[in-house]
């Protein structure tokens, strides 16, 4: 299929193959991207007026946001399953898990848009104050990170998959694997937007 | 991922389903724990806290960290070191006096 080397082999210099390699130094730099942006809310947070940030973090929905962090913690061990799944040779349960692992994150889309929406109608925008500006910036990136992911995985879980499972299932495993580190970052990033802006 | 065997899968199978839990029970916990009475800095650590031992299920179980090689774990390090300069660095301004001067 490519004469790319080292997609499913591992390198005898790292022990590792190029595919995973690459996508851990890709989430490398989005932690770097993320800590940007936690860095300065940080900063935000000291230089603000004493009970600004929890004010306006007081008119967040915790419901709606705990809703969202279950609904990503059950994606994500979907994703780890489907590849599991593949691991054991049941692509039946594969496209299962995969296709609940799509529907969550498109589950968390919904919850996100009633929760922006529900922002818009009070007059709350992203200008309303500081701590609403680096709220969107934060959310919408992440908001951002799911769609791209989404994408991603609804390819997997397309006819696509069916002809690569029969064409190399080593090759499907690999590819899902690796996008499993990608929805799992996705997943390890709300861990810690959630608390820091609806729950301080 | 080391150790691809059919036996080792769905040993891993098992752990998945722990950790799910886990991570659905500290979700809660942390929830509960925000209307506790505490100061800022003490609600502060405990969330982080908590979120830090979720972030540590999920990359060491979900991303299996627990049993990659030693390449990733030290890219993993040079990121943390970067990031933990991205976010403490600047924490030196705060003891710039240059206005008050």
Same mark, same amino acid.
């Given at each position: 299929?490519?004469n790319?080397?080292?997609?499913?082999?591992?390198?005898?210099?790292?022990?590792?193959?190029?595919?995973?390699? /690459?996508?851990?130094?890709? +989430?490398?730099?989005?932690?770097m991207?993320?800590g /940007?942006l936690?860095s300065?809310?940080?900063?935000?947070?000291?230089a603000?007026? %004493?009970?600004?940030?929890? *004010?306006?973090?007081s008119?967040?929905n $915790?419901?709606?946001?705990? =809703?969202n962090?279950?609904?990503?913690i059950?994606?994500?061990?979907?994703?780890?399953?489907?590849?599991?799944?593949?691991?054991? %040779?049941?692509?039946?349960?594969?496209?299962m *898990?995969?296709?609940?692992?799509?529907?969550c994150g498109?589950?968390?889309?919904v919850?996100?848009y =009633?929760?922006?929406?529900?922002?818009?109608?009070?007059?709350i925008?992203?200008?309303s104050?500081?701590?609403? /500006?680096?709220y969107?910036?934060?959310?919408? &990136?992440?908001? +951002?990170?799911?769609? /791209?992911?989404?994408?991603?995985?609804?390819?997997?879980?397309?006819k696509?998959?069916?002809?690569m499972?029969?064409?190399?299932?080593?090759?499907?495993?690999?590819?899902?694997?690796?996008?499993?580190?990608?929805?799992?970052? $996705?997943?390890?990033?709300?861990i810690f937007l959630?608390?820091? &802006?609806?729950?301080? | 991922?080391?150790g691809?065997?059919?036996?080792?899968?769905?040993?891993?199978?098992?752990?998945?389903?722990?950790?799910?839990?886990s991570l659905?029970?500290?979700?809660?916990v942390?929830?509960?724990v925000?209307?506790?009475?505490?100061?800022?800095? %003490?609600?502060?650590?405990?969330a982080?806290?908590?979120?830090?031992?979720?972030?540590? +299920?999920?990359?060491?179980?979900?991303m299996?960290?627990?049993?990659?090689?030693?390449?990733?774990?030290?890219?993993?390090?040079?990121?943390?070191?970067?990031?933990?300069?991205?976010?403490?660095?600047?924490?030196?301004?705060?003891?710039?006096? $240059?206005?008050?001067?």
């Amino acid at each position: 299929m490519s004469n790319i080397p080292y997609i499913l082999e591992e390198r005898p210099d790292t022990g590792l193959n190029n595919s995973k390699l /690459g996508v851990w130094i890709f +989430l490398a730099s989005e932690v770097m991207l993320f800590g /940007g942006l936690f860095s300065a809310y940080v900063f935000l947070r000291i230089a603000a007026p %004493e009970g600004d940030f929890g *004010y306006w973090g007081s008119k967040l929905n $915790v419901p709606m946001a705990t =809703f969202n962090t279950l609904l990503l913690i059950t994606s994500s061990v979907t994703m780890v399953m489907s590849w599991a799944s593949l691991k054991l %040779e049941q692509f039946d349960k594969y496209k299962m *898990y995969l296709g609940i692992t799509i529907l969550c994150g498109l589950a968390f889309l919904v919850v996100k848009y =009633f929760e922006y929406t529900s922002k818009f109608d009070h007059g709350i925008y992203p200008s309303s104050s500081t701590f609403m /500006g680096i709220y969107f910036t934060l959310t919408g &990136l992440h908001v +951002l990170h799911i769609i /791209g992911g989404l994408l991603v995985l609804i390819f997997f879980w397309s006819k696509q998959s069916d002809k690569m499972w029969n064409e190399d299932k080593d090759l499907l495993a690999n590819r899902i694997e690796i996008t499993g580190l990608y929805w799992h970052f $996705v997943d390890l990033v709300w861990i810690f937007l959630f608390p820091i &802006l609806y729950l301080l | 991922m080391a150790g691809n065997s059919k036996e080792s899968i769905e040993h891993h199978i098992k752990i998945y389903i722990n950790v799910f839990i886990s991570l659905a029970v500290l979700t809660v916990v942390t929830v509960a724990v925000s209307y506790l009475e505490v100061s800022f800095i %003490e609600a502060f650590f405990i969330a982080i806290t908590v979120a830090t031992i979720k972030g540590s +299920l999920v990359l060491c179980y979900f991303m299996h960290l627990i049993s990659e090689r030693q390449a990733i774990i030290w890219l993993l390090v040079t990121t943390l070191v970067a990031f933990l300069i991205l976010l403490f660095i600047p924490l030196i301004s705060l003891t710039d006096q $240059v206005g008050g001067w």
